[in-house]
């Protein structure tokens, strides 16, 4: 489902088709977040796992070793996220928690 293109037409007053919002195929995709503690990166493993992690769309990390992690408040405080896509809501969560496990960030506290 094109949900983009259903909220443009929906703000630009256009009618929304009730079949362009049913599914087109059996998939699913998710995204999460990572959220290590605040302090100083000392270093941070296995950017390579997650990138040859199955199913793996995307993925990034806003900071990097030597940088500070700030306390999360809002949407720029977010440490990286990875995006994955699955066969089924469930194959997509299993990749992403493989995906996730597969970094490991260190951080020292001030």
Do not use: C
Not at 4 to 28: F, H, I, K, N, W
Not at 51 to 77: K, N
Not at 95 to 101: E, G, H, I
Request: proline letters at 6%; zero cysteines.
């Amino acid at each position: 489902v094109n949900l983009v293109e259903a909220v443009m037409r929906q703000a630009l007053g256009e009618t929304v088709p009730a079949a362009s919002l049913a599914p087109t195929r059996d998939a699913a995709t998710a995204i999460r977040y990572w959220f290590p503690p605040p302090g100083r990166i000392a270093s941070i493993e296995g950017r390579e796992a997650v990138a040859r992690s199955e199913g793996v769309l995307r993925w990034g990390l806003f900071r990097d070793v030597g940088d500070v992690q700030p306390v999360v408040r809002s949407h720029p405080d977010r440490f990286g996220f990875v995006l994955v896509h699955g066969a089924s809501r469930r194959d997509a969560k299993h990749r992403l928690d493989v995906a996730m496990r597969a970094l490991l960030v260190a951080v020292e506290s001030d």
